[in-house]
């Protein structure tokens, strides 16, 4: 699962903006049928005691596909640059290990119930 978290997005362009994220990255990442989690934080960042409402953090985590990454942040930075009206955007990008991860699947009997 591809992960992407954005901090200091209005909740009204976030609501707005999030299904063409997750369209981009599927895209992208070319893995089909892998879940994107597109989520956010009401993060304000702030600059010299001032809050500064053009500011966007958007930290990606997934497996070891740096190419794939970099296209991605890009395309990310314009939509939010274009869309968004965000002066700054800032892309952190972190892997999952495979021994940070607990997948737990309910059984099937459990579900016919």
């Not at 997005?9 to 903006?17: A, G, P, T």
């Not at 990255?25 to 070319?30: F, G, K, Q």
């Not at 956010?40 to 596909?65: H, I, K, N, Q």
């Amino acid at each position: 699962m591809l992960s992407v978290h954005i901090k200091g997005l209005r909740k009204k362009v976030f609501s707005r903006l999030a299904p063409e994220i997750a369209k981009t990255v599927s895209e992208l990442i070319r893995a089909p049928g892998e879940p994107v989690l597109v989520s956010r934080d009401a993060a304000v960042f702030y600059e010299d005691g001032a809050p500064r409402r053009d500011m966007v953090l958007v930290e990606l985590r997934w497996r070891t596909r740096p190419q794939e990454m970099l296209e991605l942040a890009e395309r990310l930075r314009v939509l939010l640059q274009d869309a968004a009206g965000c002066g700054e955007v800032a892309v952190s990008f972190g892997q999952w290990q495979p021994e940070e991860l607990y997948t737990f699947h309910a059984e099937e009997s459990a579900l016919d119930e």
